[in-house]
């Protein structure tokens, strides 16, 4: 009995050993689509994704796509993204954000043509960047664009937590007028929302024919306004190489850095209508921590979701009072700033100081 107790161990020692072999190995065998159309689909979008980037801003964010580089002294190279004219004006400080791979990176300059609707904007760096060639800039050819070509729109929409969200459409309308210039955009249905402005449009092959530029929301009706669906602007490329081949260095307006925090906060009334209140302790008062420019210094001491609330002894009730707080601020001015941070279900207070940088 001992010795078939035995046996009939051993049999399940190696079925369980079998098992785990397998599941090991199904789990390192990438997947690969059993229709042709998705497996492309699949691997161009994998190619291309790289390339595309999100533009940071003091007022918002857009996307973007590097599609060209230089390579300057001590090993930095300088890399050209293009966006859209309107997520640089009036922008003020830039930076760059790469999803999870690197840390972002301050935009030295930007170019822009508010008539086209276009904008370059320059990083320089050590990091060595998935650069996207663009026959229509690169080779001065045409692009081919018709009606009913899939097409995939890669960008950032709504948060910086969804990174190169991708939509898929079709093109509706090949050459259609915007801002007053004939055939200066493409008109489809893969969905754009803010943050997908300047970001990239592909085809199947991965060329890239257009840059991401507007949505029609509504439309009047005798019967009221209605929520337009799949109305999307693309600026051709094809429209749009001309002008950004023409940009010289005489164009680019130099981005002046500014001494700052270095966080994104928000009022509570405001986070709490998309946040849970479980976030914050009872009866909150203050300013809510909501996201970092990591090329500064607040994000090595302070954490997302931290609850301002007390700057330099000084009690900080609304956004106001940490801009009050930071008049005729200059480079290596020190501030003192109170936080409250869940620790494990319990609001604890931490005090820390911050270096304007």
């Known amino acids: 009995m001992k010795k078939k107790l035995l046996s009939m161990f051993i049999v399940m020692l190696f079925v369980l050993a079998l098992v785990g072999c397998s599941l090991e190995l199904r789990a390192e065998v990438p997947y690969t689509s059993?229709?042709?159309?998705?497996?492309?689909?699949?691997?161009?979008?994998?190619?291309?994704?790289?390339?595309?980037?999100?533009?940071?801003?003091?007022?918002?964010?857009?996307?973007?796509?590097?599609?060209k580089s230089e390579t300057l002294e001590n090993n930095m190279f300088r890399y050209y993204i293009m966006t859209n004219a309107h997520v640089v004006e009036d922008g003020g400080e830039m930076t760059v954000h790469f999803g999870d791979v690197i840390d972002d990176i301050s935009v030295v300059d930007f170019a822009s043509n508010p008539t086209y609707d276009i904008a370059v904007v320059r990083i320089e760096t050590t990091e060595v960047l998935r650069v996207h060639h663009v026959a229509s800039i690169d080779d001065n050819t045409i692009t081919q664009i018709i009606v009913g070509q899939d097409v995939y729109a890669i960008g950032t929409p709504q948060n910086i937590d969804k990174f190169n969200y991708v939509t898929q459409g079709i093109v509706s309308i090949a050459s259609y007028p915007y801002n007053g210039v004939p055939g200066l955009v493409i008109m489809h249905d893969a969905e754009l929302n803010p943050g997908n402005s300047g970001g990239p449009l592909f085809n199947l092959n991965g060329e890239l024919i257009g840059i991401n530029v507007a949505k029609v929301a509504n439309i009047s009706t005798v019967e009221g306004t209605i929520a337009a669906e799949g109305l999307n602007y693309t600026l051709s490329i094809n429209k749009i190489a001309p002008i950004v081949r023409g940009f010289t260095n005489a164009d680019f307006e130099v981005v002046v850095r500014k001494p700052r925090l270095g966080i994104t906060v928000q009022e509570i009334s405001v986070f709490l209508e998309s946040h849970d209140a479980s976030l914050l302790p009872e009866n909150p008062v203050g300013v809510v921590?909501?996201?970092?420019?990591?090329?500064?210094?607040?994000?090595?001491?302070?954490?997302?979701?931290?609850?301002?609330?007390?700057?330099?002894?000084?009690?900080?009730?609304?956004?106001?009072?940490?801009?009050?707080?930071?008049?005729?601020?200059?480079?290596?001015?020190?501030?003192?700033?109170?936080?409250?941070?869940?620790?494990?279900?319990?609001?604890?207070?931490?005090v820390v100081n911050i270096t304007l940088s």
Not at 338 to 347: A, E, I, M, P, S
């Open 289 to 350: 921590v909501i996201g970092f420019d990591l090329t500064r210094n607040a994000h090595l001491v302070l954490e997302e979701f931290d609850l301002i609330v007390e700057m330099n002894g000084t009690a900080i009730t609304s956004i106001a009072d940490i801009a009050l707080q930071l008049e005729d601020a200059e480079f290596g001015d020190v501030h003192v700033i109170k936080v409250l941070r869940n620790v494990d279900g319990t609001f604890v207070e931490f």
């Open 34 to 67: 059993p229709i042709a159309y998705e497996q492309l689909r699949i691997d161009m979008i994998a190619e291309v994704s790289p390339s595309v980037v999100v533009v940071k801003t003091e007022t918002g964010h857009g996307s973007g796509i590097i599609y």
